[in-house]
């Protein structure tokens, strides 16, 4: 009987592909401050979950950058209560505006945001009808007073910060990281020709 080496790279990304599964359904809503943001984590997550991991999840864009057939669909996607994946949604706070995801789990502030009336309105999109939810927030150095004080202002209950994402956890997705920023821009051209595929333009840039 052939033993099977747990850290062969192709055992590696089967029980990453089953931790994904085993999150069927799920929505997370990542928010980004700018159009050119969305366009480019949309298009990271999409080669990274899409491409590289074998579509073990969906990827949707909501921003202007996205024709409206495109963004009826994500939002027809979040409502959808019998997905056979997890769905991440990249969205600016514009396009967002109005969106109702009742079984939203996770919201990721990819870019911090700049007042307490849209922090509230994008944690907002989790731990809704009294069901479970997180969020997490990215910081660049140097934010993180300005961010406690805004957090302060509408938490008074908890307005520290946690300790951030193990670093460890986090070099184990260095390669697909790297394989994704190197396809970058070819993913980005292909979205912009989506984009353009009803008569719409997008102002992303690369």
């Known amino acids: 009987r052939q033993k099977v080496d747990d850290d062969d790279p192709s055992s590696q990304r089967r029980r990453r592909r089953r931790r994904i599964r085993a999150q069927e359904g799920v929505v997370v809503v990542i928010f980004c401050n700018a159009v050119d943001t969305v366009v480019r984590v949309a298009a990271l997550c999409k080669l990274v979950f899409e491409d590289r991991y074998g579509a073990v999840a969906k990827?949707?864009?909501l921003s202007s950058a996205a024709n409206a057939k495109q963004r009826?669909?994500?939002i027809a996607d979040a409502d959808r209560e019998r997905r056979k994946k997890p769905l991440l949604i990249v969205a600016s706070d514009a396009a967002s505006r109005g969106l109702d995801l009742p079984s939203a789990k996770l919201v990721i502030n990819y870019d911090a945001p700049?007042?307490?009336k849209t922090y509230v309105h994008r944690l907002g999109r989790t731990a809704r009808a009294g069901k479970p939810g997180a969020a997490?927030?990215?910081?660049?150095?140097?934010?993180?007073a300005a961010f406690s004080r805004m957090r302060a202002s509408v938490d008074r209950?908890?307005?520290?910060?946690?300790p951030p994402f193990p670093k460890k956890r986090l070099a184990k997705l260095a390669p697909a990281y790297r394989d994704a920023v190197a396809n970058?821009?070819?993913k980005i051209a292909d979205m912009r020709r989506a984009h353009r595929s009803t008569g719409e333009t997008t102002t992303a840039a690369p």
């Open 59 to 61: 990827v949707a864009e």
């Open 72 to 74: 009826q669909r994500a």
């Open 114 to 116: 700049n007042d307490p």
């Open 136 to 144: 997490a927030t990215l910081l660049k150095k140097g934010q993180e």
């Open 157 to 162: 209950d908890d307005p520290s910060l946690r």
């Open 184 to 186: 970058l821009k070819a």
